[in-house]
């Protein structure tokens, strides 16, 4: 295979330019220089987003179509991995195991990779418009993950927003947030710790009440004389109800309240004050979970679905069963910003399982494309493993399976595994090894 490999990090350049803004930075991409190979006989697929969904989007494109030109687009300069990222906040796993090199993959699987922000779309002549330049292209994947859409709580109170940003971030968003969510659970010295749940459909939909157990295990082990208050907006707790209901009564009996009905309707930041549906709770410490909304670029590419009203909303609009934009079949979304997919369900779980599954299939789609071939559609499948106690580990998990029906409808069996176990703790780290093995070239 090929070897391309092209790394830019140059000082803020890459992060300078604001979201949506036409291109201000200068233009180190173009027709002459020699950042991008050089355009062949093959198709240019440009990725937008290196995390789950894109690097292993990336991969299987250089694998499935000889000769296409992959560009992967990515912000970060390392990737950083939401899967075990919540045993990493309470030191069951390091950073080692969370964070990865980029160009790894790139050099082993022939792909470029090029750290800039992208910034918006000039679809109709098929360019990326970039920190550093245009990036033309023949098929586009878009695979940004999530924004925490804070102006649902704050409007365009921007003092409002950062102060909870800077001090409450829930650090979903990865890369970001992650070490300061870590030194605050490390200076939590006791009193009241709250976390918003947010309504669906949201980023890894088990993966909260994970935390808050291991938030827990950490308040016991440590002696800690804290709570944990988790303000949940379902009225049950789901999915693997009945495990983590068992988790919080038998494991952390004094230390976690769950309160079911509770929507977020006033935040108030700088009192550290909560009003929701289910009472007012106050907090000395807190993780705040905004509603999930896909990432801006799917905004910037003006693909954002909208509902009978009109209103956005929030997701990709998308083939449910192609994954390419309804509306430009040369644009695929891949991972947690997809739209929904079925009137069963409504969307997929937003999970690294299912962003790694479909960003293979959706190059599988573009490659039978390029190849002149009709394409097939294919389903995914999900697994999610969560850690409920930290000594001795054990973990609980659900699974998802889909089928389509006679009409075409996709149809989705939930299969929850409620009762903890210790061999479920090395299922989850053989799981993880094997996908971090499938896009890190580890
Ligand atoms: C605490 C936690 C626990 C989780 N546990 C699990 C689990 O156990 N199992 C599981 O399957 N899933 C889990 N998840 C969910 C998983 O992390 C996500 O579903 C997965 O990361 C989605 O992949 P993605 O590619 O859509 O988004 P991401 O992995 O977030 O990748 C998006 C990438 O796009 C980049 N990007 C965004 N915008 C731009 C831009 N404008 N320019 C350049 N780059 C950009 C970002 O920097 C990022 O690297 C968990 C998540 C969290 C936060």
Redesign the pocket.
Known sequence: MQRRHFLITPPALALGAA?GSALAAPAAISAQSSILPRRGKGPRIVV???????LTAARYLRELIPGADVVL????PT?W??????KWLVDIVGTDFVQYDMLRPANRYGYTLLQ????GFERDRRRVRTGHGLVEYDYLVL????RDAWDAWFGDDQRAIDHARTHFAS?????QQMHALKQRVKDFKGGTLVMTLLPPPH??PP?PY??ACLIAWHIKKHRIPGKVVILDPKPTIAPIGMGYQQAFEELYPDIITHVPNARVQEVDPFNKRIQTSAGEWKFDEAILMPPHQA???VWHAGLIGRDAAGKPTGWADMHPRLYHAHGDDRVYF????MGPVSDQFGHYP??????NYIGRIVARNIAERVAGKEVTPLLPDNL???MVNGDPQEEISVKFEYEVDASGRVLQTQIDMDLRSTEMVQEDFAWARSKFADFLAL
Do not use: Q
């Not at 687009?73 to 970060?76: A, V």
């Not at 695979?143 to 999530?146: K, L, R, W, Y």
């Not at 891949?334 to 910003?337: F, H, I, S």
């Not at 937003?350 to 962003?355: F, I, L, M, Q």
């Open positions: 979201a937008c987003g290196g995390g789950w969904g894109g687009l990515e912000r970060n990737f991995s939401g899967p075990m990222s919540n800039t922000e992208v910034t695979s940004g993950g999530i650090a979903y968003i990865p890369n980023r890894c993966s994970e935390r990432a801006d670029m891949v991972g947690d910003l937003k999970s690294g399982h299912v962003a999610c493993y969560m």
